[in-house]
């Protein structure tokens, strides 16, 4: 059991990066600096939206609109930091 919690924490740490990675890549898309009709990065978008997209949509329902700036991706990471090291860490102690 202590295997599976660590293999789910390095599925969420895998995750985060993933988030990180869309919040960049949205970023470098809004400012300009790639190309969004370029194949590849369009590509790369839908997939990273793919994967981000069904956890930022519920935040995102929930937090109040504040123009530009969207604190979803914040919101989400926080919860998988409060996963990893307040619920992983305490079953991990319950199954040690």
């Not at 300009?32 to 956890?55: K, M």
């Amino acid at each position: 059991m202590i295997e599976l919690l660590g293999f789910i924490s390095y599925l969420i740490t895998l995750y985060t990066y993933v988030v990180i990675a869309a919040v960049i890549l949205s970023w470098l898309i809004g400012f300009n600096v790639i190309n969004f009709h370029n194949p590849f990065v369009r590509s790369l978008w839908q997939a990273v939206n793919a994967v981000t997209e069904p956890l930022l949509k519920p935040i995102r329902r929930i937090l109040p609109d504040m123009g530009g700036l969207d604190l979803s991706p914040i919101v989400l990471l926080l919860a998988c930091y409060f996963v990893q090291t307040v619920v992983i860490e305490n079953l991990k102690k319950l199954f040690h």
